[in-house]
């Protein structure tokens, strides 16, 4: 049952980032980037994490990508147009030789004896997560409230009007 | 076997999405795509440090995660705000044509 | 017997029941706030179709099925006819963690009035709201019509801005509560009405829940929040360019997450199924005699002369709610009818507030909306939230 859930998630996802690559047309690459997500958060569920599952939902596909969606829809950016000659056909079979080269390192240096089940992992959940984030990670969470301030007026600075 | 999935599927799954993410970066002349391939690197990345953190039952790996979800929130926010910026100075979204430091 | 004990057969049968019940709800919903807002108006709203106007949801929906489903020609075809499907989703799936009541003994099996308990429950309902927002962007993204565009683009923007007050307003009640899982949160505000979270604890959540509310009336795009849908205002927004059945799906969609933002407020802030006093201090008796009082009004209003159109049927209701009167006494229907009986008076107090203020209220211009989110609402939210920490922190061992 994990396998089949896991395969299902794991095609879908993967299937939406050729998506993400390949479309001309940014919107339809930023709503196959949400499905990517959408699967991930599956299989992180899958792997006990359901607070990070969660997040990935809220944070992730539903305002950052909105974010996205959002600039793209204000731009009115169009399909991208052939412009200049594309490095796709001799980037191809590199990418696919390294890609190759990095799953063969993984499979030899994790062999299959970890075995993920459903349940396997039960200290993924937000009273976990808020404990190490109060305690151990107290500085990086702090220091992450500084660098949202920082964004966010940074942010405001980059897109206002011009006051003539 | 059918109820429980070897660890190193999920990290090879990792793999894959980094690698497309790479092409996605390298390959496209579109500003927004070329964003949104830095954004599924990360979370290709995201994927790894949750599977590591499965490993070895610590729950380490899903506050990394959360650190990553943030600077990543962050960093959509102020790029995105570059990248409306700069579209309003040559109106294009085209890479390429942003060229007019070259010499 | 395993397949009747079975989790997947028991799940199918709960989302069946709770998925029929949803619908025939979403369709009174709209008659009983178009009677809600004529009252108000004095007027009688919907009366001919059917004794009061009771048909008149089916008249509506035979109406929305028969008419011309059309297609403009230049919209982008698989974005427009994914957009109202996505909003429905989502504004469905909300529905599948809320507890109606506690457990209950069906036959053989032995089951919660809840499809199913997630141990984030309430972060689950907030991912679906969030992802809610695709479906309102979209629509007006692929109607390619400026109107539907500054439409969607409005009300996407006015609905994450106010998901932030709103979690911000949850997080309080969940200070006290101690939990993310729903059933868990109904089961800590047992023993009565000061144990609800509205009226608990070391700090009473009262400001929080009218941050809740009105984040509440902005999610769902109801008035005083409603300007990116008026029908007098950018030419009804982003649902300019749907017709018929995917009219309607955008229409039940935003009755579905008004009932799911309902739920939420009761479960979160008054006390979920639980009753107001204690059983012993006669809270059973409470439906019995509401109905009995309803039924006994229709029937004097029946039997007056003056009224020679409601001859008929104002005595057939009253005789059909004193028979309920008398249904809510056998105890054999007590166990699981009374918690339910608390669960839909308060949520259908709350659905009632919304309808109230629409009859009542003006709309807000848009960058008095988004002041007023991020100006006002959002810093009474974070204050809120830290006066309640501070006071848990203090008052715990």
Redesign the interface.
Known sequence: MDVILFLIFAVVAVVCAINVVVQTHPISSALSLVGVMGSLAVLYLLLGAEFIAAAQVIVYAGAIMVLFVFVIMLLNAGAETKKGRSYLIPGAPLLIVFLGLMAFFVQRIFPDNTMVRFGGFTGGGPKEIGTALFTTYLLPFEVTSILILVAIIGAIVLARKEIE | ?????????????S???F??????F?????I??V???I??ML?AV??SF??F???H????G??F???V??????????G??????V?KGRST??I?DVNSMKN | MELLDSFIFISLIKAAVIFAVLMTTLAYLQWVERKVIAHVQVRPGPYRVGPHGLLQPLADVIKLLTKEDLVPPYVNKPLYLLAPFLAMTMALLSISVIPFGPQIQVGPVKTWMQMTDLNIGVLFILAASSMGVYGIALAGWASNNKYALIGGLRSSAQMISYELPMSLAIAAPLLISNTLSLRQLVETQAGGIFNWNILHGPFPQIISFIVFMIAAFAETNRVPFDLPEAENELVAGFHTEYSSMKFASFFMAEYANMITVSAMATLLFLGGWMAPWPVAWGSSLVPTVIFAIAGVTALYHGAHPARKRDKVSLPVFGVIFLIIAGVFLLPVVQSWLLPLFWFVAKTGAILFLFMWVRATLPRFRYDQLMGFTWKFLFPVAMLNLLVTSFLVAWTTK
């Open positions: 076997m059918m109820s429980a999935v070897p660890i190193s599927w999920f990290l090879t799954l793999a894959i999405l690698a497309l993410g790479v092409a996605g390298l390959f496209r002349r579109n927004i795509t964003f949104m391939s954004e599924l979370n995201n994927l949750v599977t953190s499965y490993q039952k610590e729950v380490a899903h506050l995660t959360f650190f979800m943030v600077v990543a929130a962050a960093e959509a926010a102020v995105l705000a570059i990248i409306l910026t579209f979204l085209n390429d």
